[in-house]
């Protein structure tokens, strides 16, 4: 399967953005989604992740509350949602995805990656 993030941007504190990954392929309804995150000079972190039909999600804890997981099988399209976007949010966001059913937190379980949309947070 194939990765296309986009809906990064420039954003001040307190505000929001969507992101998008849109999967090339038809079996996108059998993969586990996830999102990533990478601020510079440092690893490659997790961010939260959407079990195949949607109904199971899991974030990390410094998102909960202010991003959102969701995913569109029928447009083979997953979404982050993030509100109350704060500097510390500054990465670069990755799309993910690995078959089988659990909702892993570790980049070795993906399988596939998007090229990563740039979000920066202005204080």
């Known amino acids: 399967v194939q990765l296309q993030a986009c809906g990064g941007g420039l954003v001040q504190a307190g505000g929001s953005l969507r992101l998008s990954c849109a999967a090339s392929?038809?079996?996108?309804?059998?993969?586990?989604m996830a999102w990533f995150r990478q601020a510079p000079g440092k690893e490659r972190e997790f961010v939260g992740a959407i079990s195949w039909g949607g109904g199971r999600t899991s974030y990390t804890d410094s998102v909960k509350g202010r991003f959102t997981i969701s995913r569109d099988n029928a447009k083979n399209t997953v979404y982050l949602q993030m509100n109350s976007l704060k500097p510390e949010d500054t990465a670069v966001y990755y799309c993910?995805?690995?078959?089988?059913?659990?909702?892993?937190?570790?980049?070795?379980?993906?399988?596939?990656w998007g090229q990563g949309t740039l979000v920066t947070v202005s204080s």
């Open positions: 993910a995805a690995r078959s089988g059913g659990s909702l892993f937190d570790s980049p070795d379980d993906y399988d596939y």
């Open positions: 392929g038809r079996t996108f309804g059998s993969y586990v």
